[in-house]
Structures are given as C-alpha cells and as structure tokens.
T-cell receptor, first 115, second 113 residues
C-alpha cells in the first residue's frame, strides 16, 4: 500500500529560527508531485509548496523550501526565519499514482512557533 | 473574491438523521472533493467529482452520498448509515486534477448529539 509518513507529531521552534519537518513516502511511480499543505488554527488548508519529482532542483517559496531525496523517498520542509504565523499543522501529501484523482495525506506535524 | 464556501461551520446530528453539508465554489473549477479529518489522522477522501453529473467514491464513501448537479456546487449528505460521523469535513476544488493546487473551504465540524 502506498503511504506517507510524518514521524514528528509535534515540533516547536523559536521565532526567527529554522525548523525542518520530515516526510517519507512510498510510491512505484517515476513521475509524481509532492505537496506540503498548512492548516492554521482557522483550519482552512493552504498549499505551502509543490515539488515535481522529475525535477532535480528543490522547490522554494520565499521562506519555505524542500529537501527532496527521490531515491530515499524523502520530502522534508524547511521553514527559515520562522514567524508566529507559521504556527499550524503541516501535512505532506502526494497522489499515489500518476493517473489517480486523489491525494494521500500524512498524519501531520503540529508546529508551534514561540516568541 | 474567488473561493470555496462551506456551510454551516458547525452542525449537529441526531441519531438516525441525515444531514447535508454545503460546498459552493466560484473558481470555475471542474474537480471537487470531500475529505474527512479526524484528530491525529490525515485527510481521507470521501467522494470526488471531475465533472457535472458524475462523481466517484473515495476511500471512505460508506454512509455518505453526494450530488453534482451544478459545476459550482457539491453537497455532501451524511446519512444515518454513517455510524461515526463526528469529524471535520473539508471541501476542495482544483482545475487541473490533484497534481495541481487544491483550494480548500474553511470546513464544517459535524458532531453527534
């Protein structure tokens, strides 16, 4: 079965510091996409970043970047210069096959940013 | 502003009752999804629809039903057959399928009285 694992249920970081959230997944596909979604206290999910597996370059979006290790099937999210507004649940997700219409989500990592 | 509107924000269901959760989008997206979120778990797919008048079961469709009579609307009915309906329900939409960005509503918290 194809799965996605987030091994850190909770993490905390001080404001302005850097934190890395881990995610591993299992797929037999060669071309696929990987996603990090954020769910703030408002509970509305927001896309943070997307990575295309066939691209060597790691995706970046402002303070958010990924460390994508295709062979290891690892897709971690790095948040630089953490801000109080980054406090949220973070979910890793991917489509289990190329022609699928659904995403598999991890169980999430709760990130708390402290002043 | 374009987006997805879910209503109500909170909903209470009595034993044996069917309840309907509303999801409306004005993004002109073809695909719409319903996810269920339980504490400590990721999102699980209930139903999805790629086009009007067509929809498919997701991983946990039992006890739920949907309709897609209009492009902008994708209501979810939680039937009395769903024995454990207490959860947070999220509606999402996208134009290009799940390899593209999903836009989410703000969710409905359903509880059993």
């Amino acid at each position: 079965a194809q799965t996605v694992t987030q091994s850190q249920p909770e993490m905390s970081v001080q404001e302005a510091e850097t934190v890395t959230l881990s995610c591993t997944y299992d797929t037999s596909e060669n071309n696929y996409y990987l996603f990090w979604y954020k769910q703030p206290p408002s509970r509305q999910m927001i896309l943070v970043i997307r990575q295309e597996a066939y691209k060597q370059q790691n995706a970046t979006e402002n303070r958010f970047s990924v460390n994508f290790q295709k062979a290891a099937k690892s897709f971690s999210l790095k948040i630089s210069d953490s801000q109080l507004g980054d406090t949220a649940m973070y979910f890793c997700a991917y489509p289990p096959s190329y022609n699928t219409d659904k995403l598999i989500f991890g169980t999430g990592t709760r990130l708390q940013v402290f002043p | 502003d374009g987006g997805i509107t879910q209503s109500p924000k909170y909903l209470f269901r009595k034993e044996g009752q069917n309840v309907t959760l509303s999801c409306e989008q004005n993004l002109n997206h073809d695909a719409m999804y319903w996810y269920r979120q339980d504490p400590g778990q990721g999102l699980r797919l209930i139903y999805y629809s790629q086009i009007v008048n067509d929809f498919q079961k997701g991983d946990i469709a039992e006890g739920y039903s949907v309709s897609r009579e209009k492009k902008e609307s994708f209501p979810l009915t939680v039937t009395s057959a769903q024995k454990n309906p207490t959860a947070f329900y999220l509606c999402a939409s996208t134009q290009g399928g799940v390899n593209e960005k999903l836009f989410f509503g703000s969710g409905t918290q359903l509880s059993v009285l």
